[in-house]
Each structure stands twice: as C-alpha cells, then as structure tokens.
C-alpha cells in the first residue's frame, strides 16, 4: 500500500502564494503519473495539474494554467504545487494522487490519494 504525505496547505489572502508538497512512501513507478485534485465544499472533486514521472510532461487545468507550477525533485521523491496569483475560489481542500487509476488521470483520478489538505483564499 503507497500513502501520500501532503503538506503546505493554509490561510492565505487572494493574490498570495502557497506551496503544497506531496510526498510518497515509496518510489513512484516512472511509466505514470503524479497529481493534484481539489474538492470545495458541495463541489465534485476536480483535477488541478500533473506531472509525469519522468519530469517531461506537465498538464494544468484551464482554472489554474498561468498561476500553478507542478514540479517534482526526483532526489526527494517529492511533488510540488507551486500555487501564485491565488483566488477565493482556489478555496478547496487539495489532495495529492499517485498512478493513474486509468487511462487518463483527468478523467480516471489516481489510484492512491493523500488525506488531503486544506487552502483557504480569503477576498
């Protein structure tokens, strides 16, 4: 069983910065991918970004494209989202996933998730 050990989530006010750090108690398989959901209150959980394994592919959801950077340090086993330019409506809690759970992580999710943490955009 993989868990995912999420941090860097909290308070912020709208145009503020956040930087959330998911990392996995084992070494991720390179052939897939690494990402970010969020879920606010009464929402659907919704995909953020991904990166792949290997560091060469990058995919953001139009909501965030321009203000969130995914990235990984291969040395650290570690995930990064870089948040920027934030929003109240960034307001949600976010969870880290590991491998896809299908073909696509967009519409398939992630086979293993973190608990989640909390960001709150205040106005």
């Known amino acids: 069983q993989v868990s995912l050990e999420e941090s860097g989530g909290g308070s912020v006010q709208a145009g503020g910065a956040l930087r959330l750090s998911c990392k996995p108690s084992v070494v991720i398989n390179r052939n897939t991918y690494m990402g970010w959901f969020r879920q606010a209150p009464g929402n659907k959980r919704e995909p953020v970004a991904a990166?792949?394994?290997?560091?060469?592919?990058?995919f953001y959801a139009d909501s965030v494209k321009g203000r969130f950077t995914i990235s990984q340090d291969n040395a650290k086993n570690t995930v990064y989202l870089q948040m920027n330019s934030l929003k109240p409506e960034d307001s949600a809690i976010y969870y880290c996933?590991?491998?896809?759970?299908?073909?696509?992580?967009?519409?398939?999710?992630?086979?293993?998730w973190g608990q989640g943490t909390q960001v709150t955009v205040s106005a």
């Open positions: 990166v792949s394994r290997g560091g060469e592919h990058t």
């Open positions: 996933g590991a491998e896809m759970a299908g073909s696509s992580w967009y519409y398939d999710g992630f086979r293993y």
